[in-house]
């Protein structure tokens, strides 16, 4: 198994806003970390929400952010439809989780709520397979 790493430096209440894009990323979401900075660390109020950047599949939201380091392993629910014996997304829980596909698009990192300029941290984030 392949595993890439994109690292998302955030920067977040600057003039360079609070909006963070991976580069064109192919596989599946393993995970996610979160390394809170020394000092000047995001704030513990930071909310975060990480998506696609075409498609805008959810990837994470998470609340209090800046408040301590994580490794985070996002996955899509999924349950059978009784109807046809498929699998289907579903919004809460599941007889299932699958790690969530990316095809040829960037991720978005968008942390708000934020109230102190310059406040930084930052992201790892791993993708099985692709190139």
Partial sequence: MFISKETINVVAGSSKGDLEYTNVVRGLVHSIHYVKAAS????STATLAITTESSSQSILNSLAVGAA??????????????TNGTLS??????DFA???PISNERIKLVVAAT?????????HIYIEGGY
């Fill in 115 to 123: 109230s102190v300029a310059a406040q930084t941290g930052t992201y």
């Fill in 69 to 82: 380091s994580f490794h985070k392993f996002p996955r899509l629910a999924t349950v059978v439809d009784s």
């Fill in 89 to 94: 997304p579903t919004t809460g829980g599941g």
């Fill in 98 to 100: 699958e790690k969530i």
């Fill in 40 to 43: 000047g660390s995001l704030s």
